[in-house]
């Protein structure tokens, strides 16, 4: 049983999965097609890779741009992580404006993540395994982000640890977006 459910910015979902438990551990069905092709999101991935960060690690805020850009399906697999989205998308209701979500493996939630969105997370727990599914193939010439502390949202430490990539990204307020917003 999978839930979609939009979030405040269009076409972005947080999923809700039946996390199936009993004396051997956990068991959680992270994609259903049928369920996504039902609310209009990609069922198509052409890559899959995941991230292994300590506490305190913010990554982000990225996404690609086109012709290379994609949809991200995002769950957190050990940990918790507060998660979080960027609508970049000239002409959206919510243009500027972020959603929050934490992520956990007990809640088994995950974040679809439209093109066009930009997409970071937060280490909450000691250490996170955070798996991605992607639209597209990385294309590292076609890569950008935000400036993770220009879009008001609200993370959990004031001096996270960042990666120089991450810290020279332009703010949102000097983005210039290539998205536009299609209802």
């Given at each position: 049983m999978m839930n979609c459910r939009e979030t405040k910015i269009p076409g972005c979902y947080e999923i809700d999965v039946k996390v199936f438990k009993d004396d051997r551990g956990r068991f959680v069905k992270t994609f259903h097609e049928e369920v996504y092709r039902e609310f209009g999101l990609a069922t198509h991935f052409a890559e899959a890779y995941y991230s292994v960060s300590q506490q305190n690690v913010l990554r982000g805020l990225h996404f690609q741009v086109p012709p290379k850009d994609h949809a991200k399906l995002v769950h957190c697999a050990e940990g918790e992580i507060l998660d979080a989205v960027v609508?970049?998308?000239?002409?959206?209701?919510?243009?500027?404006?972020?959603?929050?979500?934490?992520?956990?493996?007990?809640k088994g939630n995950a974040v679809y993540v439209p093109s066009g969105l930009a997409h970071g997370f937060y280490i909450v727990s000691e250490m996170a395994l955070v798996m991605y599914q992607v639209s597209s193939v990385y294309a590292p010439e076609?890569?950008?982000?935000?400036?993770?502390?220009?879009?008001?949202?609200?993370?959990?430490?004031?001096?996270?640890?960042?990666?120089?990539k991450d810290q020279q990204w332009k703010p949102l307020a000097e983005f210039e977006s290539p998205f536009r917003f299609e209802s």
């Open positions: 609508d970049l998308r000239v002409g959206s209701p919510t243009y500027g404006e972020h959603a929050v979500f934490t992520l956990t493996p007990e076609h890569e950008e982000g935000i400036l993770w502390n220009s879009a008001r949202i609200p993370w959990v430490a004031e001096a996270p640890i960042v990666s120089a």
